[in-house]
Nanobody
């Protein structure tokens, strides 16, 4: 059974940095696009950043210039480096990946990791 496991969340002051990691494990044949989404209390889940297996990236306007998504295909891992964090970045961050495993290609989600930006 393939799964995604996030790590790296926590409490940080405004202006600080955090690095999230998401590792895919299990029987995996291929990983295509990977992404980070977030959901703040009372709000819908939204796409933060995505990256293709070729390395092309896309960002939500509010995080451009502050967040960087990257991946290590050898480790089946995607990262989100978050700098200059703001209170409005507070949310549960979810990793998402399109993976071909023992089942046909489909979308997988991690369990989420809390990021809190507060003084």
């Amino acid at each position: 059974q393939a799964q995604l496991v996030e790590s790296g969340g926590g409490l940080v002051q405004p202006g600080g940095s955090l690095r999230l990691s998401c590792a895919a494990s299990g029987t995996i044949f291929s990983i295509y696009a990977m992404a980070w989404h977030r959901q703040a209390p009372g709000k819908q889940r939204e796409l933060v950043a995505s990256i293709t297996n070729g390395g092309s990236t896309n960002y939500q306007n509010s995080v451009k210039g502050r967040f960087t998504i990257s991946r290590d295909n050898a480790k089946n891992t995607v990262y989100l480096q978050m700098n200059s964090l703001k209170p409005e970045d507070t949310a549960v961050y979810y990793c998402n990946a399109q993976m071909a495993t023992t089942t046909p290609l489909r979308s997988y989600w991690g369990q989420g990791t809390q990021v809190t930006v507060s003084s």
